[in-house]
């Protein structure tokens, strides 16, 4: 099976515009999270998809969202961008979101704010 | 709140020697337990995970960790490091019953391999 990807690799914007992200999952996943990963803080969840349905949300603000179509794709987006928000973007997909489940990640999409 | 605290944001063996990579979590109740590597510019792989049964988990790429209850921890150990070894290494829980696919990751310790 294919692994999970995510496009666009990288990413160049300016503070104030806004992003979106993509993440393709492993065929027959169901179930995606998102991470944001930086020097200082490390990896810290994002929110998490199942079914087309935000079933967790991580202590971020409002400006990141993200949503899952029917066919377990999953974009995120950020609005308003920060200069903080500079970061490896990390999806993972797994079967069913259960807490014993592997997660499977793709390899990220480097987002940096000037 | 759930955390999970790896010992050693850096750590540096020989080729050959013993890798010993520390992670200790916070809950009284034991969480699921995973390990997962990251090499440069890449995701995470998972590396091994400890869900129920046999404490000792056996990985891949020669590692293992053993979940200790008593001491609440889940320490990654490879009896003869390889150069291509040298990567980010990330400790992460999930807690027993959320079921929502949250993982809460450790600060992650970096293994210098030296020849």
């Known amino acids: 099976k294919a692994g999970v990807t995510q496009t666009p690799r990288y990413l160049i914007k300016t503070r104030g515009q806004q992003v979106t992200l993509s993440c393709s999952p492993i065929?027959?996943?169901?179930?995606v999270s998102w991470y944001q990963q930086t020097p200082g803080q490390g990896l810290q969840f994002l929110f998490e998809y199942f079914s087309e349905t935000q079933r967790n949300k991580g202590n971020f603000p409002g400006r990141f969202s993200g949503r899952q179509f029917s066919n377990s794709r999953s974009e995120m987006n950020v609005s308003t961008l920060e200069l903080g928000d500079s970061a490896l973007y990390l999806c993972a997909s797994s079967e069913g979101g259960a807490d014993t489940d592997t997660q499977y990640f793709g390899p990220g999409t480097r987002l940096t704010v000037l | 709140a759930q955390s999970v605290t790896q010992l050693g944001s850096h750590v540096s063996v020989s080729e050959g020697a013993l890798v010993l990579l520390r992670c200790n979590y916070s809950s009284s109740v034991p969480p699921y337990l995973f390990w997962y590597v990251q090499y440069p510019n890449q995701g995470l792989q998972l590396l091994l995970k400890?869900?129920?049964?046999?404490?000792l988990v056996k990985g891949i790429n020669g590692f293992e960790a053993e979940f200790k209850k008593s001491e609440t921890s889940f320490h990654l150990t490879k009896p003869s490091a390889h150069m291509s070894d040298a990567a980010e290494y990330f400790c992460a829980v999930s807690d027993r019953g959320s079921n929502t696919g949250k993982l809460i990751f450790g600060q992650g310790t970096t293994l210098q391999v030296k020849p």
């Open positions: 065929s027959g996943h169901r179930s």
């Open positions: 400890y869900t129920t049964g046999a404490t």
